[in-house]
């Protein structure tokens, strides 16, 4: 594989869910905000914000409801990334019942522009020595979390982030082999089969070796547990809610 340090720094990422006292400064705060705003933008239409969380008791409020994930409490740094059509609205001044801002077009754009910021923040993060943890776990109770942080319309609170210098140093996830997710030309389901066997074997591995051999699973069997269950079915709702659907009929040649 050809290195160079920003891969080397890519292929060493691991989630961190546990962090020193150590903070972090406003200047590096600042600065991973900046990295994460100059990732690609559809349009450059800039469709999210991100709201840090300093308030101690907003702060144990979010552990709580994105499942008592300590972490989210303990971390120095914890920012909400938000899928945002709200300040496009603003800045188009549409009155009510004008423009194609509430669209499924645009949720996809909000919310890839989220991510993208997103990653570009934990790159840089990483690239200081800090660690980061992804939080969908504010996504359990989104109406609460929307309504602690006063989140307004066309404003969809995405995921959480937890930044700090780590106090623990995990092993790597192992990924799916590569040939699973490259297809050449046309979609190509042909070797799935084994190719998930043997990342199955990997992660099985992988489990035991970090749960000291107590835990015993591998990914189809973890796939199966997660996609057998339901999880966050009021986000179709929620999402209407927040008017991310409003003008998708309102197309002139639409005849709804
Ligand atoms: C959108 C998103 C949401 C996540 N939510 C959580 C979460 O709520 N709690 C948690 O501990 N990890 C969370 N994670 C971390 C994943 O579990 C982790 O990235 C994945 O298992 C791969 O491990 P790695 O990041 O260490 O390589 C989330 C990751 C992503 C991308």
């Avoid at 549409?94 to 990653?119: K, P, S």
């Avoid at 609170?157 to 930044?163: A, K």
Wanted: aromatic share 8%.
């Amino acid at each position: 594989m050809s290195m160079n340090e920003a891969i080397h720094k890519l292929m060493n990422h691991r989630s961190i869910r546990k962090f020193k006292q150590e903070p972090v400064t406003k200047e590096q705060l600042v600065t991973i905000i900046r990295a994460a705003q100059m990732a690609s933008t559809s349009s450059n239409m800039q469709a999210y914000s991100v709201i840090q969380i300093n308030d101690r008791d907003k702060r144990s409020r979010l552990a709580a409801l994105a499942g008592n994930q300590a972490y989210v409490e303990e971390c120095p740094v914890f920012l909400v990334w938000c899928a945002d059509l709200y300040r496009l609205k603003t800045a188009c001044g549409f009155a009510e019942g004008e423009g194609y801002i509430g669209t499924t077009e645009n949720l996809v754009v909000a919310i890839t522009d989220t991510a993208l910021a997103a990653q570009n923040a934990v790159v840089a993060a990483e690239s200081m020595g800090l660690g980061a943890v992804y939080i969908g776990g504010i996504r359990n109770q989104i109406k609460e979390v929307s309504a602690l942080l006063k989140l307004p319309e066309y404003v969809i609170p995405v995921y959480g982030m937890c930044l700090g210098y780590p106090d623990q140093s995990p092993s790597i996830r192992p990924r799916l082999p590569y040939e699973a997710v490259l297809h050449e030309d046309v979609y190509s389901a042909e070797n799935y089969e084994n190719l998930i066997q043997a990342y199955d074997e990997t992660m099985k591995q992988y489990m035991l070796d970090r749960t000291n051999g107590t835990k015993d699973t591998n990914w189809t069997q973890a796939m199966q547990v997660k996609l057998g269950t339901p999880s966050r079915l009021h986000m179709k709702e929620f999402i209407s809610s927040q008017r991310f659907w409003d003008h998708d009929r309102k197309a002139p040649d639409s005849k709804a």
